[in-house]
């Protein structure tokens, strides 16, 4: 179980926020005193945040008369406003702000996937939670920090306050946005409460949803998705990149799969084996499918990442033509694939010895399309020598047969796990399509091993605006 306390630095400049991140799976980065506090600017991918005024008022999930010992209350977020004598008491100029915040974290959330899944908040008893006001002076309780000073007090001086006042139930965990300089970390608890014996907080002094809902996703269990094998290059998603993208996991493989709650993920890099997804966290709703989002996904996790099938051994999962595949042996690591991008698995595709012209690696299921929705497909490359790939949607009629190929670029993989895509239309008629990594003309001699992990097939015509899955 990670119980990392996990930190970030408000973004002054990419550089720096890149390597303070790059730094923090377990290691504490020194603190830098912040500048300010406050309201910040928010992250546009894969789409603008509404207006905060424009966002949907979340409600009440657990109403309590004391928030400190909400003994009986179900599980539940309670959402603090921490102020000290350095800056003052500021919660009547701040709460409905603050409340509109959470509001649109859990906006957010719930528009990162196709599937409705909300935050249960919890209230406390005494306001009129039919009135916005009534429900933002319910929703979040003030916290006096007394030992907080000025310049700049560290979240686990504001941690130690909120356990002295009674803030450490099981049934809670915690969102703390300081009215001073701190700074914004979160500890990981990806099954529940503090019952595990750490403060299952985020603290942040941004009072924004791209590092407030950052950390916050962090104590669901969320860590910065690590997503390459040991050595190799690290690629980001949404929990490294909180300046520019809001959404939560648009690929459904790193910590966050609605679609799939018995689905596993290994959340931090190797050597670390521990595995979630966050869509089970009891601080949630149950997801439910389908209302509209930034992303969907139309494969099964197996599809996705490989993961149950057994090192070195060919999976039914995949179909190839022109060669032959395999999970990608173990090396080194007892059990896990040597090469992988998204977990301990990946497929490897052995051309037989060329030059020939078309040999591909496909899913051997086809998912259902409907004409005339856009689709698009991912999957990353890798080769240790240099080969010519694309992928390809390959669509069929009801009968099984062969209507037409939407082609994407051809490009030559080599040894870094490029993300490859396609996007294509489904023509009349479509009923199903293929999935298909092609190596379409292999003009040079002998065989190539291609590696590919992290496939996902994205309904785009289902998001939200019809657009599709962003490019990673
Ligand atoms: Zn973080």
Redesign the pocket.
Known sequence: MPRSL???RRPRGLALAATA?LA?ALAVVHPTPALAWGPGAEPTQPYALPALPDVPKRGCQSTVADPAAPTGGTNALQVIYAWHDGNGNNYEANVEYLAKVVDRIDWAFDQSSNYDQHLNLSCRTGYDTSTYAGYARSLVVPEKIEAGTNPNTPAGTVRSDLISAGYQDSNRIYLVFTDFASN???YLCPTGGTSSGVHCSAVTESWTVGVGG??LF?VLGA??AWFAETGQPYYQDI??G?WDNWNVDPGFRTYYDPSELSAQFYIDNHPSTTLGNIANHPMLTTPVCCDSGASNDLLTAEQRTVEAATPGSTTSTFTSAGGWHQVTPACGVAANSCVYSDGRRSVQFNTYSGPHNASSIALSSRPAVTPGRTYKAFARLRSTTAVDAQLQLAWYNAGGTLLSTTSGSTSTVTGSWVEYRVTGTAPANAASVRVTVAVPNQSTTGNHALNVDSLQLDDCSANTGGVCRYDS
Do not use: F
């Open positions: 996990l930190r970030t991140l923090t914004s970390d979160a950052h950390e962090h860590p910065h929990m490294y909180w």
